[in-house]
Structure formats: structure tokens, C-alpha cells
């Protein structure tokens, strides 16, 4: 087992990152000891590549000049802010800790595609079998892809938290995250031919997705049906650790 990272580095390296991002110092606040906890129990049980990363409260706008922000979400993202069909809040980030799912998503091999090393894959096989998720006719039923919305969030990702008994909130990871992240860290999240889900809500029936290479990469969001089920859109889950109330 991999050995964890003290709060002292994790609070210098978070905090260099995020003033390279931001081009200002931004105050990290101390890494809560769930954190450590649920990264160890995932070690334990051979659930690597979920990274230690810390976020603040910031609301962003189109118009901002982010030093660190090369690639922003396309002019559809914001208009639908505009509109009402996003939440005005689907642009924040929420202070807080998270465990962030490092990998890159692999490219488009006509629904066979894996990702690499993938913990999901034992989780997404034994819920086919049983039949809480559905089967895709050209997915493999390790696979974490053709996964409807409804599917990860109401049944695969509560699985994944029973068997982790990860301490933070589990969820699949918004947009907006997608999109910091892969600025600040993962740009190869952009650079690959298919989606990712992400959990958040469009009008009252729809989720978002984006992230593929060939429509603007980390730029690139739309929404679709949270019932969907496309064998070139999977998701990546995100265990969330929110800065209590100062």
C-alpha cells in the first residue's frame, strides 16, 4: 500500500498549483482526516489514481482573466446560465477537499474501450449481471461506459460508496470541475474521442456531457437525456469533503 501524504505537503502542493491557476496566493485550509481515512481504505482494497485536490470558493464568469484558464467552457455554457436551463450556480466551485479520479478516458473503439487499471470494472459487471443496470448491446459489461445518468447516480455510484465506505459525499463529478481540473492538472482529459457524464442538472431532465477531443475537448458541453445510454459516454466519480462553516 501506497504510503499517504502528510497534510503539510498536500497544503504546499495544492497551494502552489492553485497560484499558478489563479495567478494570486489562495488560502488552502487543512485537509480533513476523512480524507486520509477514505484514501486509505481505497489503497486497502486496491483503489488507486484518486488524487488529493482542494478547491475554493469562486464564482466564474465567461469575462474573467484566469492566467492558468487556457481552455473555458464553450459560449453554449454560459448562455444556458443565462437562460435559467443551468443552475446559476453551475460555474461555482465549492470550497472544499475532493478525491479527484485522475484518469484519462480512453479513445473510441467502437464501445470496447476501457479505461486503464479501472477499480469500476468488477462494480459495473456484477450489476449487469443481476440486472440493476441495464446491458449495452456494444459494451462490455465490465465496462464503465453506456451507463445511463439515472444508472450511475442512483445505483452504481451508491454501490461504490458501500463497498469504499468513503467518508466525503460521493458523486459524479460536475462540469465545471471537469473543466479546472483538466486546466490545472489533466489536460489529456480533452485530448480523447469520446465523453463523461456529469451530474449536473439541464431543465429537469437532462445532464450534462462533454470533454470529447474533436468538439473543443475541455472547452465542449452539452446536455442529454439522464435516461441515455451511449457506448462512447462514461463518468468519473468524486468524493467531495466540504470546508465546514468558518
Known sequence: VEPLPSSESLIRTESKALKRFFGKDIVVS?????????????????????????LPQVS???KDKVPGWKVKPESWFWQQ????????????LQEGWYLVDGRKKP????????????YLEP??????????IQKHSSVLDISRFGASPDEIEQV???EFLR??????????????EFNIWGNMFHPEWGQTNTWEWFTDQFEAVYRLFGGR?????LAHVRDGWSDDRDDSIAFCPVVRFPSKPR
Open 163 to 176: 463497498i469504499t465506505d468513503a467518508k466525503g459525499d460521493l458523486t459524479n463529478r460536475r462540469y465545471i
Open 107 to 118: 479513445n473510441y473503439d467502437n464501445g470496447q474501450q476501457r479505461y486503464e487499471n479501472d
Open 30 to 54: 487543512e485537509p480533513p482526516q476523512e480524507i486520509f481515512q477514505t484514501l486509505d481504505q481505497m489503497l486497502k482494497l486496491g483503489i488507486a489514481g484518486f488524487e488529493p485536490h482542494f
Open 60 to 62: 466564474l464568469t465567461e
Open 213 to 217: 477531443s474533436d468538439y473543443g475537448g
Open 156 to 158: 452504481i455510484l451508491p
Open 81 to 92: 446560465i443565462k437562460k435559467g436551463k443551468l443552475s446559476k450556480d453551475a460555474a461555482t
Open 123 to 132: 462494480i459495473m459487471s456484477d450489476l449487469r449481471s443481476i440486472g440493476r
